[in-house]
T-cell receptor, first 114, second 110 residues
C-alpha cells in the first residue's frame, strides 16, 4: 500500500513569489491534514479536511495561504505571496476514519524563502 | 484540548530500555493518549495509543497511570535507530485534532 505522497520534496523561492504543495493521501482515507513545522518545533495544524470539506481551518493564515481538496482525494496548499517567515516544512497526513488519532504522514515539503 | 508536558531531552544507552514520561493532568475521560516519533527529515510516525489500560505492540509499551494523569512510553531495547523526537499527544475523537507539543528528543548512545 502506497503511503502519503507529497511533492515537491524541496522548494527554494524568492520572497513574494507564489508556491504550491501537493499531497496525495492513502487511498480510502477520508481525512486529510496539512501541518506546518518550523525548525526545532512540533508540527502545527493548518487545516483539516473531511472528504472535500474543510472542517478546521482556524489556524490557516487566510491572507496568503489557501488550500483545496477537490473531489475529496488529493489536496493542494498554496502560499501567495511567500514571506521569509514561511520557510518551514509542510507536512500532509491522512487517516482512515474520524474515530482514530492514527495519522499517516508524508515526508514533507521543505520550503526555503530567500 | 488537554495539554501534555514532556522533558525536552533524554539519553539512553543502546540495548537498554528507554522510558519516556508524559504528564497530561487535564485529560478528559474520553480522550486517548497517543505517541508518535519523528526521525530526522521524516514525517511523524505513529507508535501506540491507549485509553486506560496498558498497551503493547511490536514497537513499544505504553503504561498509563490509574488516574490517567501521566503515562510512560517504553522502548524495551533501544537501538541507535530509535534516536528521534517523541511526541505525547492527547486525542479526542470529538474534535479530531492532533496537537503536537515540543516532544522529547531521545538520543540513543552506543
Amino acid at each position: 500500500e502506497a503511503g502519503v505522497v507529497q511533492s515537491p520534496r524541496y522548494k527554494i523561492i524568492e520572497k513574494k513569489q507564489p508556491v504550491a504543495f501537493w499531497c496525495n493521501p492513502i487511498s480510502g482515507h477520508n481525512t486529510l491534514y496539512w501541518y506546518l513545522q518550523n525548525l526545532g518545533q512540533g508540527p502545527e495544524l493548518l487545516i483539516r479536511y473531511e472528504n472535500e470539506e474543510a472542517v478546521d481551518d482556524s489556524q490557516l493564515p487566510k491572507d496568503r495561504f489557501s488550500a483545496e481538496r477537490l473531489k475529496g482525494v488529493d489536496s493542494t496548499l498554496k502560499i501567495q505571496p511567500a514571506e521569509l517567515g514561511d520557510s518551514a516544512v509542510y507536512l500532509c497526513a491522512s487517516r482512515k476514519n474520524v474515530n482514530t488519532g492514527e495519522l499517516f504522514f508524508g515526508e514533507g515539503s521543505r520550503l526555503t524563502v530567500l | 484540548d488537554a495539554k501534555t508536558t514532556q522533558p525536552p531531552s533524554m539519553d539512553c544507552a543502546e540495548g537498554r530500555a528507554a522510558n519516556l514520561p508524559c504528564n497530561h493532568s487535564t485529560i478528559s475521560g474520553n480522550e486517548y493518549v497517543y505517541w508518535y516519533r519523528q526521525i530526522h527529515s521524516q514525517g511523524p510516525q505513529y507508535i501506540i495509543h491507549g485509553l486506560k489500560n496498558n498497551e503493547t505492540n511490536e514497537m513499544a509499551s505504553l503504561i498509563i497511570t490509574e488516574d490517567r494523569k501521566s503515562s510512560t512510553l517504553i522502548l524495551p531495547h533501544a537501538t541507535l535507530r530509535d534516536t528521534a523526537v517523541y511526541y505525547c499527544i492527547v486525542f479526542s475523537s470529538n474534535t479530531g485534532k492532533l496537537i503536537f507539543g515540543q516532544g522529547t528528543t531521545l538520543q540513543v548512545k552506543p
